[in-house]
């Protein structure tokens, strides 16, 4: 874990002045973006924070035994419900100047992406985070370091599994922004896992899975299919997870199949989303897309319990809309071409019926004048 400094406004009277309203109108808005206390493996960084033109706070807070820093760089806890432990962090001071520090406990949690965060002060702890009992402040001298200790305490209805939760010190800083009050704090800490004895249930689940096809306008290139779904954890001990996913189309004749970006760590009762997408899909009808997470565990833990892989299947369409396009052209056209020859057809046959209507009506005309040139004598008829 590396736990970095978190940032967090709440209204508080103060007076600045220049500089130091600026800066804590800008740390103010650095706090709307800042993690708070992301998990990583290495230790607690230093935090700088400027207190005006010439004083600047920079600390780190880390595990410690009685004499000081032991080296670790978060705490991993294994105990029984309604016990407790004793424990130690030292807060170092790396400034020229005195500071007062907050020590605070909260819930721990993992943000989307990921990294580990515990609740910010205006955010109440219901779990772990409660446990603990420490000072509330701790003065340290200017590149000096004091070893504080604490004590987490298991209540005895305590359920078995994984509780996260972060320590932290903190500085907080108050500023004034035309007439409103902000109040900006800066801490550092670490996390604290706690584990409590008893049936593990290491069990994951896949929900809110989607599968999109988008084809290429091009009636002659394949589109791209993206396939998305959360990893949740419905049991009581942090796990990892492994994904594969595989799809089929044009009733199995053609198949795929992708490996998922591993997920380090999932909490229990948290979920992170991951992401496949497939490339030079063709737009074949049904696509069965078929998911299967695999349990993993944690560093160095141990679950005494079957890791179950969960397998989900779902069914997009791939509508070959390009493709379609091209045959209704295609049809339009032949169509066209077909009743334009019909037509030329019909008009060149209506041509030749009315030439030989005219040819057979001036021959019915000319018959008469050729019958008046000549006689035929009946029997009968008087000769002269």
């Known amino acids: 874990m590396n736990p970095a400094s978190h940032l967090s406004t709440r209204p508080r009277a103060a007076r600045t002045r220049g500089l130091r309203r600026l800066l804590a109108v800008a740390a103010a808005a650095v706090a709307a973006l800042a993690p708070a206390l992301p998990a990583a493996a290495g230790p607690a960084p230093a935090s700088g924070l400027v207190r005006d033109a010439e004083e600047t706070i920079t600390w780190s807070v880390t595990p410690a035994d009685a004499d000081g820093p032991d080296g670790r760089r978060w705490v991993d806890l294994t105990v ?8 130690h962090l030292a807060v170092t001071n790396f400034g020229k100047t005195p500071a007062t520090f907050a020590l605070k406990s909260a819930d721990g ?33 200017p590149e000096e370091t004091v ?8 209540p005895e209805n305590a359920t078995p599994g994984d509780h996260p939760a972060g320590i932290a010190a903190s500085i907080t800083t108050a500023g004034s922004d035309e007439g409103t009050s902000v109040g900006v704090e800066s801490r550092v800490g670490f996390r604290v896992t706690t584990r409590v004895t008893g049936e593990v249930q290491p069990v994951l689940a896949v929900e809110n899975v989607k599968a999109s096809y988008a084809p290429s306008w091009n009636p002659f290139a394949a589109g791209d299919l993206t396939v998305s779904y959360d990893v949740a954890n419905d049991g009581n001990v942090r796990l990892g997870a492994e994904g594969q996913v595989a799809t089929s189309a044009l009733f199995g004749a053609v198949v795929d199949g992708a490996t998922a970006e591993p997920l380090g760590e999932v909490l229990p009762g948290g979920s992170l989303r991951s992401e496949v997408g497939f490339d030079d899909v063709w737009p074949l009808g049904p696509v069965s897309t078929t998911i299967t997470v695999t349990p993993t565990t944690v560093a160095d833990d141990v679950v005494d319990a079957p890791l179950q892989p969960v397998t989900v ?6 509508v070959p809309w390009p493709q379609l396009l091209l045959v209704a052209i295609v049809v339009v056209l032949v169509i066209g ?6 037509r030329r057809r019909q008009r060149l ?21 050729a019958s008046g040139t000549g006689g035929t004598r009946t029997p009968g008829d008087p000769q002269d």
Not at 110 to 125: H, I, K, Q, V, Y
Not at 337 to 342: G, N, P, Q, S, Y
Not at 349 to 369: H, N, S, V
Request: zero cysteines; aromatic letters at 8%; a negative charge.
């Open 349 to 369: 046959e209506a041509m030749l019926a009315k030439a030989r209507d005219e040819g057979r009506q001036q021959a019915a005309a000319t018959e008469p004048a």
């Open 337 to 342: 071409i077909r009743d334009d020859r019909r």
């Open 147 to 154: 070893v504080v200790p604490y004590t987490i305490t298991i």
């Open 80 to 87: 029984d419900p309604g016990q407790t432990v004793e424990d």
């Open 313 to 318: 299947t779902v069914t997009t369409w791939a």
């Open 109 to 141: 949690y993992l943000t989307a992406n990921g990294r580990f965060n515990m609740l910010p002060s205006d955010r109440e702890s219901r779990d772990a985070g409660t446990w603990f009992t420490i000072q509330e402040t701790v003065d340290v001298g």
